[in-house]
């Protein structure tokens, strides 16, 4: 992923490393914000000390991640692979032990957010390529199984649906 986002045009600054150990001095950033990443975290809670180390006074973190009614009720992979639901809340942390974490770090809450966007899916091209992660969790029987229920429900028209996330938000007080 890292060579693919240092091959894109545009002037970022690319680093490799862990949540846990971030490279950055402390108090010298103003916004931690990750997206899809928390459930990757070995250590989530020295995840959150990190971020409260490097963020400054009043500096804000946020967590972009899934919560289990949003696994629950996702259209295409809940529906077609029904076996990633349970994959999923295996391995995505609970919002309120997210938000416990965020506390013990010392970071202030500022509360859950849930954001909705619209989408349109035409083609089963991305479950083929198993661009979702859970996607290579379950068996290739699923898997297959699913990706046919995929197709055949293509074949009738786009598949329209809503991608939900849920924002965990917390500062550094002081």
Do not use: N
């Amino acid at each position: 992923m890292l060579a693919h986002a240092c091959a894109r045009p545009e002037r970022v600054g690319w680093l490799l490393g862990r949540a846990e150990r971030l490279g950055f001095a402390t108090e010298t950033l103003g916004l931690v914000f990750s997206v899809d990443v928390i459930h990757h975290v070995s250590d989530k809670a020295a995840f959150y000390r990190e971020a409260a180390r490097i963020l400054q006074s009043g500096g804000r973190a946020c967590t972009v991640t899934d919560s289990e009614e949003i696994i629950r009720q996702r259209e295409v992979l809940s529906g077609c692979f029904p076996e990633t639901v349970e994959v999923e809340l295996a391995r995505y942390p609970r919002l309120t032990d997210l938000a416990g974490w965020m506390a013990e770090a010392g970071l202030a809450s500022l509360g859950t957010i849930l954001v909705e966007e619209p989408f349109e899916i035409s083609s089963a091209q991305p479950y083929r390529d198993k661009a979702f992660s859970s996607l290579h969790l379950i068996s290739e029987e699923a898997w297959r199984v699913g990706l046919e229920r995929l197709e055949q429900a293509l074949a009738r028209g786009p598949i329209r649906g809503s991608s939900r996330y849920a924002c965990l938000w917390g500062r550094k007080e002081g």
